[in-house]
């Protein structure tokens, strides 16, 4: 199959332009489209999908028209390598994009993309493990993401906790990779600025109740809770720890950012929330998502993942421009597309149809994003800002942002690598 895609793409450089139109370029994406993380998932493959259709709006790739395999990971790491081993194994899609949740994308990575060297990226996944394969060369070099590591998150997490007056808290967090390092960066921040926590609880997934995590969360007099979850399984944590008579102070992780989340618990409990995303540094590209993300989606253009899940889609196509369809072209592209020396060039069909022309004529280009300027380093992971949030009737108000020199100087106050 990839042996057909490159032949494709080279019979279209000697190929009327009619002949064209029947070359496709099928991308895999996993996400998880039910389960906890299904939220965001849902976002992101229709971000996914608005990606390729405004490159394909722009002209297409190499003359092919790009086109999405979806698989659903039901927010199951053994539900998602199976899926990905299809996509892989069986359609031989040039690369993935996905998982959502970092507990899907690292079987993913370690059971089916580094082995079969094809290129992986993921929109939602935040565990420092990823970034920690990458040191050790396990990933293959082929592992990036679009959203920055929870390194970051947990040292701009423990700021915001204390400037808004979170100075003791009980923490329930999601046993698994992503909710086990997001703890653990969060307290070695939160500590080392003068917070104290009086709890640590993990809690597994799917579980009918809470109460008794939330029982022992409480013990210790927190003046609030940090939880570090998914909407579904959060909001029965967030009712449990109600009805104890907890005290309703939240500080919520990035994907806590939710309608039905806010829903399903009520607004008039959660106007004490706050939380943390990683944010966006507004472009034109911003402006142009916030307008036409609704009426292609129909969902809300603040949705978790939605952004980096758009940018992830533009970059692996423009990527495959660059440097066409094998996992070596493909990874070369990722970085060409984001070289800080090229002329930049933004999303949306107008903005993609330059980038294709100066990928064309062999010049430098740097996309900036929804999410702003993207730059990947060696391991393939991001910096950037992050956005400081509170839930005040029922919506998620924006209330500030820590830059990524910000983080870097609370980093370097608390001794932090």
Request: aromatic fraction near 6%; proline fraction near 4%.
């Amino acid at each position: 199959m990839r042996r057909m895609l490159l032949g494709c793409a080279l019979a279209v450089l000697l190929a009327p332009a009619a002949e064209a139109a029947d070359c496709r370029i099928t991308i895999g994406v996993v996400m998880s489209l039910t389960g906890p993380a299904g939220p965001y998932g849902q976002a992101g493959a229709k971000s996914v999908e608005m990606a390729f259709h405004d490159l394909n709006e722009a002209g297409g790739v190499r003359g092919c028209t790009l086109a999405t395999d979806e698989r659903d990971a039901q927010s199951q790491g053994t539900v998602a390598v199976d899926g990905a081993k299809q996509l892989v194994e069986i359609g031989h899609v040039p690369a993935i994009i996905g998982g959502i949740i970092s507990s899907v994308s690292l079987p993913i990575l370690t059971a089916v993309t580094a082995p079969a060297h094809v290129v992986q990226v993921s929109p939602a996944s935040s565990s420092p493990t990823l970034t920690e394969l990458g040191r050790q060369g396990r990933s293959g070099g082929i592992f990036f993401r679009t959203i920055t590591s929870d390194a970051l998150q947990g040292v701009a997490a423990a700021r915001y906790a204390l400037d808004v007056g979170l100075r003791k808290l009980a923490i329930i967090h999601v046993n698994n990779d992503f909710g086990a390092n997001m703890a653990r960066e969060f307290t070695t921040a939160y500590k080392a600025l003068g917070g104290t926590i009086v709890s640590d609880t993990p809690y597994n997934e799917k579980a009918a109740s809470y109460d008794a995590e939330v029982t022992s969360a409480m013990a210790g007099d927190p003046e609030g809770l940090y939880l570090i979850s998914y909407p579904v399984d959060g909001a029965t944590i967030t009712r449990a720890w109600i009805s104890k008579g907890g005290p309703r102070r939240f500080l919520l992780n990035d994907g806590m950012n939710s309608g039905d989340y806010i829903a399903a618990v009520g607004a008039r409990y959660l106007e004490d929330a706050y939380g943390t995303s990683s944010g966006t540094e507004d472009s034109a590209s911003t402006a142009y998502f916030n307008r036409a993300y609704k009426a292609f989606s129909g969902l809300d253009p603040g949705s978790p993942a939605a952004v980096q899940a758009y940018d992830a889609g533009v970059l692996v196509g423009l990527a495959i421009a660059a440097g066409g369809t094998d996992s070596a072209g493909i990874r070369a592209g990722l970085y060409a597309v984001t070289d800080p020396a090229g002329e930049d060039v933004t999303a949306g069909p107008e903005g993609l149809r330059k980038a294709l022309a100066l990928i064309g004529e062999g010049r430098k280009i740097r996309y900036v994003g929804v999410i702003g300027p993207i730059r990947f380093d060696q391991y393939g992971d991001i910096t950037g800002p992050f956005r400081l949030w509170q839930i005040k009737g029922g919506l998620v108000v924006t209330k500030g942002t820590l830059t990524t020199a910000d983080v870097d100087r609370i980093k370097a106050q608390i001794g932090a690598k």
